[in-house]
Antibody, heavy 125, light 107 residues
Framework: QVQLQESGPGLVKPSETLSLTCSVSGGSMSSYYWSWIRQPPGKGLEWIGY???????KYNPSLKSRVTISIDTSKNQFSLKLNSVTAADTAVYFC???????????????????WGQGTTVAVSS | SYVLTQPPSVSVAPGKTARITCGGYNIGIKSVHWYQQKPGQAPVMVIY???DRPSGIPERFSGSNSGNTATLTISRVEAGDEADYYC??????????FGGGTKLTVL
């Protein structure tokens, strides 16, 4: 079955760029949405943004000015860049697969059915 | 922005039924998805599209959605069900939205 694995530095300095990659194995990236979600210590889940296999993206408005999500279907990977980080960006970062489709201009969304194990990123000097 | 409201905590005795609510304006017209997260682990989908169960999820987990409240029901609760539970929807204005999460304690 499909598995996701996050990778990237566990420590980032303030004002620098956080970069993570999610590797997808056991299945195709085609026709799915691929999202990043984060969870600060002791807090709830926060959606960061998604990318579709076509490359179209959408970001959480609260992070939009600092986020870029990209995809490389030839490598079965998608990536997150979050710039100008502060301590408030310290969190566990998850990647996830989502199912959804448009039919007659109506969006049918089926949620996040596969998640990576998560990777902890601390922002500190 | 669209807001989902969950109770911070719910407690239930083993063998009883737990109900976790998720409140949102007119949530009944949206599709609600539920995730279970145990400490130190990634979330796992337990209900999608209001009431469908992914493969491998016990029938003890069920969902409903109407009006301004969606509910995750766990029947015959077991110690292993102790976890945080999150509801989630897609909203045309806010896109992906999570509730604040509910900690289920099995007494």
């Amino acid at each position: 079955q499909v598995q996701l694995q996050e990778s990237g530095p566990g420590l980032v300095k303030p004002s620098e760029t956080l970069s993570l990659t999610c590797s997808v194995s056991g299945g195709s990236m085609s026709s799915y949405y691929w999202s990043w979600i984060r969870q600060p210590p002791g807090k709830g889940l926060e959606w960061i943004g998604y990318i579709y296999d076509s490359g179209s993206t959408k970001y959480n408005p609260s992070l939009k000015s600092r986020v870029t999500i990209s995809i490389d279907t030839s490598k079965n990977q998608f990536s997150l860049k979050l710039n100008s980080v502060t301590a408030a960006d310290t969190a566990v970062y998850f990647c996830a697969r989502e199912r959804g489709h448009y039919t007659n201009y109506v969006f049918y969304y089926y949620g996040m059915d596969v998640w990576g194990q998560g990777t902890t990123v601390a922002v500190s000097s | 922005s669209y807001v989902l409201t969950q109770p911070p905590s719910v407690s239930v005795a083993p063998g009883k039924t737990a109900r976790i609510t998720c409140g949102g304006y007119n949530i009944g017209i949206k599709s609600v998805h539920w995730y279970q997260q145990k400490p130190g682990q990634a979330p796992v989908m337990v209900i999608y599209y209001d009431s469908d169960r992914p493969s491998g999820i016990p029938e003890r987990f069920s969902g409903s959605n109407s009006g301004n409240t969606a509910t995750l029901t766990i029947s015959r609760v077991e110690a292993g069900d102790e976890a945080d539970y999150y509801c989630q929807v897609w909203d045309s204005g806010s896109d992906r939205v999570f509730g604040g999460g509910t900690k289920l304690t099995v007494l």
